[in-house]
T-cell receptor, first 112, second 113 residues
Framework: EAGVAQSPRYKIIEKRQSVAFWCNPI?????LYWYQQILGQGPKLLIQFQNNGVVDDSQLPKDRFSAERLKGVDSTLKIQPAKLEDSAVYLC??????????FGSGTRLTVV | SQQGEEDPQALSIQEGENATMNCSYK?????LQWYRQNSGRGLVHLIL?????REKHSGRLRVTLDTSKKSSSLLITASRAADTASYFC?????????????FGAGTQVVVTP
């Protein structure tokens, strides 16, 4: 079984620029998550999709972050404009209840 | 504040020793999961324990759950250098029908040869 694919692996941008991350979940996994992990902290959920519908985006800073999941498969997370505090690893995960999540390797974002 | 809190924050042991880390949480759960994260990598699922279970084993891993104390422990027996990683507990609340995971801050484990 192929894992969760994420790209790019690394990204460095200047503040106020925009950036987008891509995620391809495991085939057949209906639930997709985006997490933000700041250095030294545990992952924090940004948004959860069930198929192509949003079920929880309560911690997504909607003034600058947006996410979509096209046709219930791939997903993109966008930040526009980026701030210094957005520097983090952005993790995508998918799951098929009642099992645990499968995480991708993440995108390490540095905002300078 | 985070639902799960790991203790200790950091742990340094020698190969062959056992490593124990604890997780406490605040709100009733449906299940609790442990994950491992190697430096710069994604998280790897280790074990899921449901609220009606008390103990689970997987290879050298043993997880216990005490719902009366709202706590869980992860034991790694006969540790190896390859076990060096950060370990996170994560909970799914009993009231959450969507299975959202809430993570603690993690325990950083260093195993020296």
């Amino acid at each position: 079984e192929a894992g969760v694919a994420q790209s790019p692996r690394y990204k460095i941008i200047e503040k106020r620029q925009s950036v987008a991350f891509w995620c391809n979940p495991i085939s057949g996994h209906a639930t997709l998550y985006w997490y933000q992990q700041i250095l030294g902290q545990g992952p924090k959920l940004l948004i959860q999709f069930q198929n192509n519908g949003v079920v929880d985006d309560s911690q997504l800073p909607k003034d600058r972050f947006s996410a979509e999941r096209l046709k219930g498969v791939d997903s993109t997370l966008k930040i526009q404009p980026a701030k210094l505090e957005d520097s983090a690893v952005y993790l995508c995960a998918s799951s098929r209840a009642p099992y645990g999540y499968t995480f991708g390797s993440g995108t390490r974002l540095t905002v300078v | 504040s985070q639902q799960g809190e790991e203790d200790p924050q950091a742990l340094s042991i020698q190969e062959g020793e056992n490593a124990t880390m604890n997780c406490s949480y605040k709100t009733s759960i449906n299940n609790l999961q442990w994950y491992r994260q190697n430096s710069g990598r994604g998280l790897v699922h280790l074990i899921l324990i449901r609220s009606n279970e008390r103990e689970k084993h997987s290879g050298r891993l043993r997880v216990t759950l005490d719902t009366s104390k709202k706590s869980s422990s992860l034991l790694i027996t006969a540790s190896r250098a390859a076990d060096t990683a950060s370990y996170f507990c994560a909970t799914v609340l009993a009231t959450d029908s969507w299975g959202k995971l809430q993570f603690g801050a993690g325990t950083q484990v260093v195993v020296t040869p």
